[in-house]
Structures are given as C-alpha cells and as structure tokens.
C-alpha cells in the first residue's frame, strides 16, 4: 500500500527542551492512525511539525513522496494536507453555507477575499452543500457559525478542511468540549470518511481513539513509546502505566 507520510528522526528542541525526540513514522495511504500521550507529552509539536506551522530541528519529513521538511504551511495544504484545530478560526458574523464556499471558491480558483452569492458560480455552489450534507450540516447552512452549537461548529471545520480536498487530513482534539452526544455524532462521522482520505488524530477520548483508530502511536516526553494496532496498545504495559492509567484501568 501507498505510504502518504513519512517522518525519519523528528526532532524538535526549544533551547534544552526536547519537545519531539526522534520520531519515526509511516502512514499508509486510506489508513487511520491516531496519536496519544499524556499532557506534554509533545502530540500538539509534532501535529505543528507535520502541518508545517513549526519547523523540524533534525530529521526528515515527507508527504506523498516529496521532501517537505523545509516548506511552509501553506505549500503542504497545496499538496493536499488539510487540518482542524483546537480552537475555531470560522467566520462567526457568516453563515455556515458562506464559511465553506470561501473556502471552495479558494479551492476552485474563484475570487477571494469577498462572499460572494454561491449562485454565482454553480460549481461552488454544488459544492458546498456536497461539503455541508457530508458532515451532516445540510439543514444548517443558513444558520450564522456564531449561533451553531459548539459540536456542529467542530462538524463545520471537517467541511471547510475538505473543501481542499486533502489526500491527508490532521485532527487535532476535535472532541475537546463536546458532549457525549456530540461526541458520538462526531466520531459516526469520522468513521463513515471515504478511506481514499487518509487520517490522523490526536485525541483524549480513547472511545474514539480505539473506534477509529487502525493504528496508534503512544507519546511519552516526546519519544515514541509504543505503536500498534488498538489490541497491541490495550495490552503494552508500558502505555498501561504511562497513560492508560495501570492494568485494572486499562
């Protein structure tokens, strides 16, 4: 199978801190990995390291085969990487239809800079209630970003990140804050993503790490731990006594 990401000894000090510690990873093209670890443990560095918004010390990283350790954020997003964030960067004052079609119009090469009638440009329009129907916002898209309730706000940035129609795409906490409810909603749609799409995840809820996941990697003072599948991780000692809380918990 096709490996879309590859990170070769990634390392990433901050004067005598290591945050990331020579971290070695391969991501297969459709696959669902998800990246755990204790507060601190350096998952939001290395999220940062591979979206390109933090610079790599050492080590190498490559995404759909090219060398992209020395680009910057907005090359890899060109190449097909798309990411949500802990915090929303969506357009409150706009209505949830208008945030994805500025970002299809960019995708698409239309103007920018200015919300322009959808029904202007048919193929934008088309698109975004495609985007809108598939993170199960079809019957909200004239409602403003700002009076969304905090779960279908996180659904809305799954949209605007696939209007780049990413070959890759970086979650970071997307359940933070969310009620079980919500949660559950959120991890159905995750879940039911076309496996052409690969993902990553950083996450707290271990419910969702081990229903998405196929393969998770385990942080610890920035260094690899463990990596396996979700079985592998359950019954490592190691992460049992790292994160998981010891063996009865786990």
Request: glycine share 10%; aromatic share 4%; charged share 25%.
């Amino acid at each position: 199978m096709k490996t879309v990401l590859e990170l070769a000894d990634v390392s990433r000090r901050y004067g005598e801190l290591l945050a990331v510690d020579s971290v070695t990873l391969e991501v297969e093209a459709g696959s669902r990995h998800a990246l755990i670890g204790p507060n601190g443990a350096g998952k939001s560095t290395l999220f940062n390291l591979i979206s390109g918004t933090v610079r790599a010390t050492s080590g190498r990283i490559r995404f759909l085969g090219l060398d992209i350790t020395r680009r910057g954020p907005h090359r890899r997003t060109k190449l097909g990487m798309g990411r949500t964030f802990q915090h929303s960067s969506l357009f409150d004052e706009l209505s949830a239809r208008e945030n994805v079609a500025l970002a299809v119009q960019r995708r698409l090469g239309h103007a920018r800079n200015a919300v322009l009638p959808t029904a202007r440009f048919p193929d934008v329009e088309a698109r975004s209630e495609e985007l809108l129907g598939q993170v199960g916002l079809a019957d909200r898209g004239d409602v403003d970003a700002g009076s969304l309730s905090y779960g279908h706000r996180r659904q809305l940035e799954i949209a605007l990140a696939l209007a780049i129609e990413p070959r890759l795409l970086l979650l970071d906490e997307p359940t933070a804050g969310m009620s079980r409810e919500e949660t559950e909603r959120f991890r159905d749609l995750i879940g039911e993503m076309p496996r052409e799409l690969t993902l990553m995840i950083v996450e707290h809820d271990m419910d969702v790490v081990f229903g998405l996941a196929d393969r998770i990697m385990v942080l610890q003072n920035g260094a690899t731990i463990a990596y396996g599948t979700p079985a592998e991780i359950r019954a490592d000692p190691r992460v049992r006594e790292a994160y998981l809380g010891g063996a009865d918990d786990a």
